[in-house]
């Protein structure tokens, strides 16, 4: 499976962004995928996860200013992002989770990781 995100862009602090991670190949309708954003001279970090029936698990990076959803007719996830912060300037990936669980927040967990789109906010 290929994943493609998008959505990613210069923002306000306080302002919002809603980001897409559309896949192709196969259907992803079956797998849990998450969210992670990865900001300069950082480790990756878990932002968000969600499994095939809509169950959900957030990281503490965005936890309670985002939201992640999917739908699986459209082989699409998305991730809306709320009052964002300068420190939320990242590029944001999405990808497929693979082992460990559904409830696994560890990037080694994930695959098929897509290119990324950044996410800038301006103070």
């Known amino acids: 499976v290929q994943l493609q995100a998008s959505g990613g862009g210069l923002v306000q602090a306080g302002g919002s962004l809603r980001l897409s991670c559309v896949a192709s190949?196969?259907?992803?309708?079956?797998?849990?995928m998450g969210w992670f954003r990865q900001a300069p001279g950082q480790e990756r970090e878990f932002v968000a996860t969600?499994?095939?029936?809509?169950?959900?698990l957030y990281g503490d990076s965005l936890k309670g200013r985002c939201t992640i959803s999917r739908d699986n007719a459209k082989n699409t996830v998305y991730l809306q992002m709320n009052s964002l912060k300068p420190e939320d300037t990242a590029v944001y990936y999405c990808?497929?989770?693979?082992?460990?669980?559904?409830?696994?927040?560890?990037?080694?967990?994930?695959?098929?990781w897509g290119q990324g789109t950044l996410v800038t906010v301006s103070s």
């Open positions: 990808a497929q989770n693979q082992k460990g669980g559904w409830r696994t927040t560890s990037q080694h967990d994930y695959g098929n």
């Open positions: 190949g196969r259907t992803i309708s079956y797998y849990a």
């Open positions: 969600i499994r095939w029936d809509g169950n959900t």
